[in-house]
Structure formats: structure tokens, C-alpha cells
């Protein structure tokens, strides 16, 4: 036989072999695997009885004790009786792969802080998750420290060698970068912060720094506690003073909402039914919450970090998303979350395009509402979240702790008068805004010009201070927050804001 003939043959078997081989791999094999499959199932469906469950879905969040209601047996009980089940996912607070997890449909519903879905939706580039309510408010559990020496108000915080210790998309970051955007941080560095993995990082180059480098760390109970037993360090700001800003929300998806409304309305009645179980008893949940997520704390530990989270309610709920009266709105919250992470330059735009509405579906409150929801037999009150401070005496003004000097656009006068001009009203309206979300007196300084009568330069200064405080208390301020006083002439026409408390 010829060389060229049996080089023929062998192609010709190599390609039977080849068919054959292909046959076999994307015909017969797949055919053959679907027969066993089919018979594995018919032999489990002898002696399988039906599930309890009519619905499942992928719930994600992390290890923050915000969510301890969300990993309580009270809340997979209630669930149960609805023939609900949710398997919980804990993703490490990767944010981004949470929101690519509710975008791909993988993940049915999803805890996020507000400013952590915006950011992850931003850099997403699409809204692919809706929030249905609010979990928690931090109150205090996230602070600034730093030694006392070096840092004793936030105006000390504007200098250019500054840095933040912190952990990235975690409350303490929002703290931060509310306190940065509000006040007049000039001096600080494009990027002040040293970014760590945890709180016990941050604690760590604590331990090991020097009392006189120029570091501010932010971090959470326990661990600011822990650092606060040095006596030489305290509380530049915390989260308390603020309000709005660090909050957690549940959201779903928006296909899986479409799809099945009904489900997820229960499942938020169920979450309520479950908080309301605990409300009295929140302290010892966190505690053997902590014992679950590996995360042990001491009872003294639970009671603080338990002090720092307010746990909202139903009714609360209804309030802030407008069916109630009495509690900041969860749009405006939106907006001014935004407003600080573009700022901060955290994003580089709103991913809402303006329109913070895109980001909460209030039907789902609503419908419970007209259902006339209750979680127990007694009722939810609404706990109050607006800015009251006790009156000062002319002398307790004086002796006011300064706090640090908002960072507000000046205010525009024309020459010799004390009225304002339209854009001088939008930025005292912004400041409004500002204000009914922190907790601090505002001592307002007006100011003149030093040429000519030096006392009726001064008067003008009075009155230009006396004219913004006026139009602060008109869009809501309470008049016993604020007070307006002249500085000493120095030639310019600006009136500057500054905050105060009462010091301990």
C-alpha cells in the first residue's frame, strides 16, 4: 500500500474517531447524564415528603451587630410561619459583590449602610436594588479620637499633615467624611486617610504610634472605649452629633420585587415581628450575637455598642418613609448622603442623577399600613429625632466648648447693608439642611468693614449676623440653638458659623 493510501485511511479513521468523540461528548454523554440525574430524583422522590417552604431567597449582609434581628431565631421562626425560608450570606461586607449578587439576581435581598448602596450602585454604574425599610440609626457607636493634646476640636483636624485611621466602607469612613465635608477642613491632604482592614488594625497603630504624629482614628465600640482608657486620649466627635448619615436600610432587588411583592412584604413583616420581640431585650441579643459571628463581647461591651445603635421600629419606619409624620424623611437622607460622598470625592457623580427617590419603594410600608400592620399587642412609639437643646444664658454662651468652624460658602452683602441677596438664602437654606442633622449650638459672627465709624461698622456686623441666624430659625432651627454676635471689624463682609457645646 502507498504512503499517500494509508495517510488517507489514517485521516479517515481520525475522523470518524473525531465524529464519534464529538457525538459522544455533546449528544450522547449530556443524554445519558440527564437519564441518571432522572433517576437519582426518581429515587429521592421515594420517601421525600413536599418542603415546608413555598418561597426561598438569599438574603446578604455581614457581621454588624446592626443585623443581629436579621440572625435571630425570632426572625427565621416568623419566616417559617410563612413558609419563608432565607439563607443568610455573610460576604464580609464586600459591598461591590453584594450589589453585583442583587444585579444578577443571585442575591434576592441585601443589608447596606445608605452611603454604601449609593457608592456600590455608583460604581456599578446601575440601581439595581430598592430600599423597602430602615434597620438601624448608629448613635455614637463610631467616633473620632485622638489625643487630647494635639487634637482638641475638630478645627484641629485642618492641618495638611493629618491623617484618619480607618476602615473603608464602614461607618467610621461616613463619619469621617461627613465631619470632613460640614466643616472648614481646608488644610487637610486630597486623600487624609490611611485605610486599614478592621477596627482591631486601627486599634493596633494606635498601640504603636507616637503621642505626637498627627493621627485622628476612627473606629467602633468596643474598641473606642478600649482606647479611651488612656486618659490622655477623648472623643474628637462621634456619631451621636449627627443624624441621617449612618444609617442601614434593607433592600431587594428590583426583578425579584417585581416578581414577588407579596414575599418580600412579608418578609419585612416578619423582620418587624421578630424586632419588636426583642425590644426590650436588645443588649443580651447582641451579646449572643456576638458569641455566633465569633466576635465574643463582655456584657458591659454589649450595653454600650446596644447604647449606640437605634433599632427603628414599624412605626418609625412608616414615619421616615413619609406615611407618619415626626422623623427625618429617608429621601432626604438619601440626598444628603450623596451630597457628602460626591464631595468627599468618594464618587465621581449621583448615581440617582438627582433623583434619591430612585433608591427606596415605599408600597411595600404602605400596603402594610392599610393592612393595619402591628408587630405585637402593644403599641410603637415614635421616638423623637429632632435637634432640641436646652437653652443658655448669655453666660453659658460664653463658656460654650468650641467645636470646629462649619465649612459654609461666604455670604454675600452688598456694601453697607445687611440684606441678603438670593444666593446668600440658598446657601443659609443648605446650612439649615446641615444643622437638623447635628447636635450643636451655632454661635454666628457677622462682620465689616473697618473703614469709617468704627461702632456703626459694628452695628452692620451685628445685623448681618442677626439677619442669617433669623432665616436659620425661619427654615426650622430652633432659636435656642443659635446666636448671633459681631466680631471685631477686620474689613471683610462675611459672616462665619461656628459650633459649640456644653462643655462636661
Known amino acids: 500500500m502507498s504512503k499517500g493510501k494509508l495517510l488517507a485511511i489514517v485521516i479517515v479513521w481520525l475522523v470518524v474517531f473525531g465524529v464519534g468523540a464529538v457525538t459522544w461528548k455533546w449528544f450522547l ?23 415546608r417552604y413555598r418561597q426561598q431567597l438569599v438574603l446578604a449582609l455581614d457581621s454588624f451587630s446592626g443585623y443581629a434581628i436579621l440572625r435571630s431565631a425570632a426572625f427565621r421562626e416568623e419566616l417559617a410561619k410563612q413558609q419563608i425560608r432565607v439563607q443568610l450570606r455573610d460576604d464580609g461586607a464586600d459591598y461591590a459583590a453584594r450589589i453585583r449578587g442583587l444585579q444578577s439576581g443571585e442575591v434576592q435581598m441585601a443589608a447596606f449602610t445608605v452611603d ?18 430602615i434597620v438601624d440609626e448608629t448613635r455614637g457607636a463610631d467616633a473620632i479620637v485622638a489625643y487630647r493634646d494635639l487634637i482638641g476640636t475638630i478645627d484641629d483636624l485642618n ?24 466643616f472648614h477642613l481646608g488644610n487637610l491632604a486630597a486623600d487624609p486617610f490611611v485605610r486599614t482592614k478592621d477596627a482591631a488594625e486601627v486599634y493596633q497603630i494606635y498601640a504603636d504610634a507616637k503621642p505626637a504624629e498627627p493621627l485622628a482614628y476612627v473606629l467602633w465600640e468596643p474598641y473606642v472605649s478600649k482606647i479611651l482608657e488612656n486618659e490622655k486620649m477623648h472623643v474628637v466627635v462621634d456619631s451621636s452629633r449627627f443624624h441621617g448619615y449612618i444609617v442601614d436600610v434593607l433592600v431587594v432587588s428590583r426583578d425579584y420585587l417585581a416578581k414577588h411583592e407579596p414575599i418580600v412584604r412579608q418578609v419585612v413583616a416578619c423582620y ?23 466576635q465574643p463581647l463582655t456584657q458591659a461591651q454589649a450595653e454600650k455598642l446596644t447604647d449606640g445603635i437605634w433599632w427603628k421600629n414599624t412605626q418609625e419606619n412608616m414615619a421616615h418613609f413619609g406615611l407618619r409624620p415626626g422623623l427625618q424623611h429617608i429621601e432626604d437622607m438619601m440626598a444628603n448622603v450623596t451630597q457628602v460622598l460626591v464631595k468627599s470625592h468618594a464618587i465621581p457623580a449621583d448615581p440617582t442623577s438627582g433623583q434619591p427617590n430612585r433608591l427606596y419603594y415605599d408600597k411595600v410600608l404602605s400596603s402594610l399600613q392599610q393592612e393595619n400592620f402591628h408587630p405585637g399587642a402593644a403599641d410603637e412609639e415614635i421616638r423623637d429625632d429632632l435637634i432640641r437643646l436646652p437653652s443658655l444664658t448669655a453666660a453659658q454662651w460664653e463658656q460654650l466648648a468650641p467645636v ?81 454676635v459681631a466680631a471685631e471689624p477686620s474689613g471683610e463682609t462675611s459672616v462665619t458659623f461656628h459650633l459649640g457645646e456644653i462643655p462636661y
Open 29 to 51: 454523554r449530556p443524554r445519558q447524564q440527564q437519564a441518571q440525574q432522572r433517576a437519582r430524583e426518581e429515587r429521592l422522590d421515594v420517601g421525600t415528603s413536599a418542603s
Open 116 to 133: 454604601t448602596l449609593i457608592a456600590s450602585s455608583a460604581g456599578l454604574g446601575d440601581l439595581p436594588a430598592t430600599a423597602v425599610a
Open 159 to 182: 492641618r495638611s499633615d493629618l491623617k484618619f485611621v480607618l476602615t473603608p466602607n464602614s461607618p467610621s469612613e461616613t463619619l469621617a467624611r461627613v465631619v470632613t465635608t460640614q
Open 272 to 294: 418587624f415581628r421578630a424586632a419588636y420581640q426583642h425590644r426590650t431585650k436588645l443588649a443580651e441579643l447582641v451579646l449572643a450575637d456576638a458569641r455566633q459571628t465569633g
Open 404 to 484: 470646629g468652624t462649619l465649612d459654609v460658602e461666604p455670604l454675600v452683602f452688598a456694601r453697607g447693608t445687611s440684606t441678603l441677596t438670593e444666593s446668600s438664602k440658598r446657601v443659609l437654606d443648605d446650612l439649615a439642611q446641615k444643622l437638623k442633622s447635628s447636635r450643636y449650638y451655632v454661635l454666628i459672627r457677622g462682620n465689616a468693614s473697618r473703614r469709617g465709624n468704627l461702632a456703626a461698622n459694628q452695628d452692620l456686623a451685628n445685623q448681618r449676623a442677626e439677619v442669617a441666624a433669623q432665616h436659620l430659625i425661619g427654615k426650622g432651627i430652633d432659636q435656642d440653638r443659635v446666636r448671633a
